[in-house]
């Protein structure tokens, strides 16, 4: 599929899961972009992890996200920053204490609370796949350190009961 179709039918998607059904909850989860090769301790985005911040910006920009959250390195803020200053959002930021499933535990709680709203939010390859479980969501494949395109539409309907969607961007 080519990359206008794609993005076309991403953001199709996430406006019809959105306003399709107003009460539920809907959390779509992305990595962070591309960055810049290690051992830098907090690595900035390349420039094709900068163009693919702006495409996931462009995709979400209708589909009435309501709050972005993020951990507090500067791949994951700039991952989200286009989307949150189109939509004039602050970038709600949560950092990576305790375990990983006690991260994760804690932030599927948070994003709870947004009942009726839609919330991205940015994360690492290590943190997706956990709080898509602690959401309600299956156990995901591992992402490979290479892979930056996969975006999770988690749905929590008002019975609590969550479904996952995983496409590409």
Do not use: W
Request: net charge neutral; aromatic share 4%; hydrophobic share 45%.
């Amino acid at each position: 599929m080519r990359p206008v179709r794609l993005a076309v039918s991403v953001a199709a998607m996430l406006l019809l899961t959105a306003a399709s059904v107003a009460a539920q909850t809907t959390i779509v989860l992305v990595r962070h972009a591309e960055k810049e090769a290690e051992p830098a301790a907090d690595p900035p985005l390349t420039a094709a992890g900068n163009a693919r911040a702006e495409r996931l910006a462009e995709y979400l920009k209708d589909a009435g996200v309501d709050a972005i959250y993020s951990t507090p390195t500067a791949r994951t803020r700039t991952t989200g920053k286009p989307l949150a200053d189109r939509l004039k959002l602050q970038i709600t930021e949560t950092p990576l204490q305790g375990s990983l499933p006690a991260f994760a535990q804690n932030m599927a709680a948070k994003l709870r609370e947004h009942r009726n709203q839609t919330v991205l939010v940015v994360g690492h390859s290590n943190t997706l796949g956990p709080m898509i479980e602690a959401l309600g969501g299956p156990k995901i494949p591992p992402i490979a350190d290479e892979e930056y395109d996969n975006i999770f539409i988690v749905t929590i309907g008002t019975d609590g009961q969550a479904s996952l969607l995983r496409a590409r961007f």
